[in-house]
């Protein structure tokens, strides 16, 4: 059985950092693609970033160019996403998503920036 | 960046009824490679998304085949027939043919 699990998130200060990671067990993780998707509190889903199965390609939204950086470690088929100068624009839930296609999905990790 | 236009934003139905989501691109969704990445998700309350139709018309598994995805190029169609209470939720089309990706801003499946 496929399996994400994301975990790392919670209330930080604007200009901190934090950062997420996601587990994924049940497959080859690096036969696949993985991606983060946010969701503002009652908001739409905003893709984030995407990387590659292999970590030498990745891609990112405008709205976090520059501040965030995904990344992998296939050995411990775990996704991750360092957020640095966070902004309260930034508070979501985070799912981590795997493939091209977003076929399966994480239960979600809140991220709150607030002073 | 590709805008993928979604309607309606809520869509009142009957158990038993039929439901259609349209979902629009403003530019073509073909890739290069001939493929169109244009998917279909259901988020239902207090869950994760799920995939319910991939590349235009392909069902995921375990997705009951009342749901039936169409379209070609900017213009694409999920249609819901028999609608159930699971089925009930928020709708998202993505577009991955460009990066980068984009989502529609939903549709709320709710009862009549």
């Known amino acids: 059985e496929v399996q994400l699990v994301e975990s790392g998130g919670g209330l930080v200060q604007p200009g901190r950092s934090l950062k997420l990671s996601c587990a994924a067990s049940g497959f080859t993780f690096s036969d696949y693609n993985m991606a983060w998707v946010r969701q503002a509190p009652t908001k739409g889903l905003e893709w984030v970033a995407s990387?590659?199965?292999?970590?030498?390609?990745?891609h990112y939204g405008d709205s976090v160019k520059g501040r965030f950086t995904i990344s992998r470690d296939n050995a411990k088929s775990t996704l991750y996403l360092q957020m640095d100068s966070l902004r309260s624009e930034d508070t979501a839930t985070y799912y981590c998503a795997r493939g091209r296609i977003f076929d399966y999905w994480g239960q979600g990790v809140m991220v709150t920036v607030s002073s | 960046d590709v805008v993928m236009t979604q309607t309606p934003v809520s869509l009142p139905v009957s158990l038993g009824g039929q439901a259609s989501i349209s979902c629009r691109s403003s530019q073509s969704l073909v890739h290069s490679n001939g493929n169109t990445y244009l998917h279909w998700y259901l988020q239902k309350p207090g869950q994760s998304p799920q995939l319910l139709i991939y590349r235009v018309s392909n069902r995921f598994s375990g997705v009951p085949d009342r749901f039936s995805g169409s379209g070609s190029g900017t213009d694409f169609t999920l249609k819901i027939s028999r609608v159930e209470p699971e089925d009930l939720g928020d709708y998202y089309c993505l577009q991955s043919t460009h990066f980068p990706d984009t989502f529609g801003a939903g549709t709320k499946l709710e009862l009549k």
């Open positions: 990387i590659s199965y292999g970590g030498s390609n990745t």
